[in-house]
């Protein structure tokens, strides 16, 4: 829709809008010559010692969990009800999913040590705070017992309205919100370009390292019935605003264009004073055809998108499943070198040249029937993976290429979590 075509449509303001979100991004511009800085998230998943789901309410559950960390995470979030949904400190926040998901957000970290360090140490503190209760953490990709429907929601309100709406688009709304965990890893970017350029590699990735980082052996409670679980969720969820960024892959591809996806797209939610939040079904465009948003407003129209890479003022990579802490700092460290290294850049440029959104596609149709055996982007899967761990290696410092191995031996082993755990008939969790 063009500036003259919106105007006539009812949305006078939207000229205003574009410009709100691309400064917003624009906003996310780090100095060139930083030290390389990674966001970590890991979302874990919480049972019994039988494998039973425990959720947020009851005796020893989730919000019984959050107000013993209380003490060390001193900084509190809570509904308006008092109901409490997440603790943090400087540099930690610990938050909960729709159905009671633990998740730790930290960062950024320069140091991958350190990064180790920090998982490991919350890790075993909630184990600490679990095992008398006779629960454990798991860190997998999908619960390894329950049906999605059958897990109890958090007492939010935005998610109730989530789960009604991803409900009716498509057949796994409610998969994702509460069955589902994962890792995720966040970069910089130094301009415009550099962001753009970043932003097409990372969703160019997203089939490869979704493979590597597969660790979803279950679905509803069954054994998986093929490969990349989580890719299958994403996309039967609601594609208007998950997989690609229309037109990311294109090299005219601007902020401008990802500004009008966003105005273009339903809201579902938006912040009111009477609930805090309300359902709407228009797009953000015709919710502030009037007037200019407000940075929080862009905030959280960017937060009701979950594309397989998300651009806030960092490009957040988001295919990979939830996995145990090693294999997270592996991940990390691939990331590490992919992204913040020139030349690693090149050579990525180079390998992903001329993918666009037909091969984006096919290539997860592809892993999700052969894994390692398949075809993406006219060559073999094992080949271009071991061609972006060797990117990778070369973008390294010495210091952090020792962390990379326990990915590296997967892909050299042509297997991932998922098939070890089918193998072992054991859950690859913790």
């Known amino acids: 829709m063009n500036p003259s075509t919106a105007a006539a449509s ?11 979100i691309v400064s917003y991004f624009e906003g996310g511009i780090k100095p060139a010559g930083g030290p390389g800085e990674l966001g970590i ?10 494998m039973s789901p425990v959720s947020y309410s009851g005796e020893r559950g989730v919000a019984w969990l959050l107000d013993q960390l209380k003490d060390e995470y001193p900084h509190l979030t809570r509904d308006v009800h008092g109901d409490l949904l997440g603790v943090s400190r400087p540099g930690e926040a610990v938050t909960i999913e729709p159905a009671a998901q633990l998740e730790l957000s930290a960062g950024p970290f320069v140091d991958l040590s350190t990064a180790r360090a920090t ?31 059958d897990l109890e929601l958090i007492p939010k309100r935005r998610y109730q309205f989530m789960n009604l709406y991803l409900g009716e688009k498509d057949t796994c709304g409610p998969c994702m919100m509460r069955g589902s965990a994962s890792t995720q890893v966040s970069i910089d970017y130094t301009s415009t370009a550099d962001c753009l350029r970043k932003l097409r590699l990372a969703f160019a990735l997203v089939p490869v390292l979704s493979l590597m980082c597969d660790n979803s052996p279950v679905f509803e ?25 229309p037109g990311v892959l294109d090299p005219p591809f601007d902020l401008r264009r990802y500004a009008e996806y966003i105005l273009d797209t339903v809201a ?49 990579i988001r295919p ?33 040249a001329g993918v666009d959104e037909a091969a984006y596609g096919a290539a997860k149709e592809a892993l999700m029937a052969r894994g390692y055996d398949a075809e993406v982007y006219g060559q073999p899967v094992a080949e271009l993976c ?7 290696e070369r973008g390294l410092s010495e210091a952090d290429r020792p962390y990379l191995e326990p990915l590296a031996r997967l892909v050299a082993e042509r297997t991932t979590l998922a098939t070890l755990a089918e193998r072992s008939g054991a859950v690859a969790g913790r």
């Open 41 to 50: 998230e890991l979302e874990h998943i919480i049972v019994h010692d039988d």
């Open 119 to 149: 998982f490991d140490a919350f890790e075993q503190r909630v184990g600490e705070l679990l095992e008398p209760a006779g629960e454990r953490l798991l860190t997998l990709g999908y619960h390894p017992t329950a049906a999605a429907r």
């Open 221 to 245: 409670g069954k054994p998986r019935k093929h490969e990349l679980v989580r890719t299958e969720i994403w996309q039967h969820m609601d594609n208007d605003r998950c997989g690609l960024v």
């Open 10 to 20: 009812g949305q006078p303001a939207r000229e205003s809008n574009i410009d709100a």
């Open 386 to 392: 071991d061609a972006v761990v060797a990117i990778a």
């Open 320 to 352: 990979a499943d939830a996995m145990p802490v090693p294999y997270v700092i592996a991940y990390a460290a691939l990331v590490r070198g992919l992204f913040y290294d020139a030349a690693s850049l090149d050579a990525l440029d180079e390998l992903f």
């Open 268 to 316: 579902i939610l938006i912040p009111c004073k009477k609930e805090q939040w309300c359902y709407s079904d228009r797009t953000f465009g015709d919710i502030y055809a009037e007037r200019t948003m407000t940075r929080a407003e862009v905030e959280h129209a960017l937060s009701m998108f979950f594309n397989d890479v998300r651009l806030k003022t960092y490009v957040e």
